[in-house]
């Protein structure tokens, strides 16, 4: 079965960086379009960063481009989301999402994620 799992969130400062990591496994990984996304309390779930198969076409939601990005390594089946100049405003539960198609930046064609990584930015 399609197993997806983050991990490196936590509690950082204002302007601090993290870097988050998502293991993927039970799909052909280098052929999927894999994304970032995040929940904030009171808000719909939405697209961070997408990066296609072979992570040559990647794209940001506006507000995080020039401070995060995305990478992937094919051959440990891991994408990546690192997160500099920290906002409050990032704070949100940040998912890894997994596509049935080389890339999308439509988070609809993002068909599993994992249980999510807590990133919490506050003074």
């Known amino acids: 079965q399609v197993q997806i799992a983050e991990s490196g969130g936590g509690l950082v400062q204002p302007g601090g960086s993290l870097r988050l990591s998502c293991a993927a496994s039970?799909?052909?990984?280098?052929?999927?379009?894999m994304s970032w996304s995040h929940q904030a309390p009171g808000k719909e779930r939405e697209l961070v960063a997408s990066i296609s198969s072979s992570g040559n076409t990647i794209n940001y939601k506006a507000s995080v481009k020039g401070r995060f990005t995305i990478s992937r390594d094919n051959a440990k089946g891991t994408v990546y989301l690192q997160m500099n100049s920290l906002k409050p405003e990032d704070t949100a539960v940040y998912y890894c999402n997994a596509a049935r198609r080389t890339y999308s930046a439509n988070l609809r064609d993002y068909d599993y994620w994992g249980q999510g990584t807590q990133v919490t930015v506050s003074s």
């Open positions: 039970g799909f052909t990984f280098s052929g999927s379009a």
